[in-house]
């Protein structure tokens, strides 16, 4: 069915956008986060070497994901998956700019990838006074938050995960976006961005990617930009990303 699709890009179509500022917001670990970190990397690499050397890439595909999710948890909110009294740099980096941000009369997107960081967030904004909604796969009226976010001048946070908030949501009211830990898919990413950049936005738009340095989330950057070609010519769903990873991709991830 090749010849019979027509892929236009919004960049083609809507010429009248406002401008969009994307940016990577490199964010530096404490210490304590950072050696558990590099304990658990080590770990893991072992193991999934032993894995792939035993029985191949593709039988080791849920060992290889398992290590991955928990690399990228630790990496991005280490009280999720420590014991530990050490607070997320990210979560300190929310807390310095999100009030600054809404004080002047702005709104935000913020996007996760877990369920630990909506409810670690959503602690974050009470203690700060700052009025949000929050939406997740179990969220049932979703038409109601986004209508309060809309047109409610007070709710200045809409805080979601990735694969919820990714698609058919309108949020022009914000025209600030925050990627509080990368997805395998650029693609993905950008979906969501586009929340809030489509027809009916009529400020400038700016977008930050939080970036634990040193990390697998650096790795998965540099992925991204390598397969970044092949996903604009080819038309594939978003989990593809993940499971045609090679033996080399994984390794560097891990590296």
């Known amino acids: 069915i090749y010849p019979f699709i027509l892929r ?31 304990r658990r990397r080590l770990e893991m690499k072992t193991r999934i070497e032993e894995e792939m050397s035993s029985v191949g890439v593709r039988k080791s595909a849920f060992i290889i994901l398992q290590a ?8 991005a909110l280490p009280e999720g998956k420590m014991e530990t009294d050490t607070i997320s740099a990210k979560r300190e980096y929310l807390r310095e700019v999100i009030p600054e941000i809404t004080a002047n009369g702005h709104k935000a997107l913020i996007f996760t990838s877990f369920l630990d960081t909506v ?10 006074g700052i ?25 200045k946070v809409f805080l979601m995960t990735l694969k919820t ?10 025209d600030y976006v925050f990627i509080f830990d990368p997805w395998w898919s650029a693609a993905a990413e950008e979906q969501a961005i586009n929340r809030t950049h489509r027809i009916g936005q009529p400020n400038p738009v700016f977008c930050y990617r939080l970036i634990s340095r040193g990390t697998i989330e650096e790795k998965m950057l540099e992925l991204q930009a390598k397969k970044q070609k092949l996903s604009s010519s080819l038309i594939s769903s978003d989990g593809d990303a993940l499971k045609n990873l090679t033996e080399d991709e994984i390794r560097e991830l891990l590296g």
């Open 165 to 174: 908030g990714g698609v058919g949501l309108n949020l022009t009211a914000a």
């Open 68 to 75: 991955l999710t928990e690399l990228r948890q630790i990496a």
């Open 131 to 155: 009025r949000f909604v929050a939406m997740t796969g179990a969220t049932r009226d979703r038409e109601k938050l986004v209508s309060q976010f809309q047109s409610d001048l007070d709710t």
């Open 8 to 38: 236009r890009m919004k960049k083609d179509v809507l010429k009248d956008l406002p401008e969009k500022t994307e940016q990577i917001a490199y964010i530096d670990m404490e210490d304590e986060h950072w050696k558990h970190y590099e």
């Open 119 to 128: 409810e670690k967030l959503s602690e974050d904004l009470d203690e700060m």
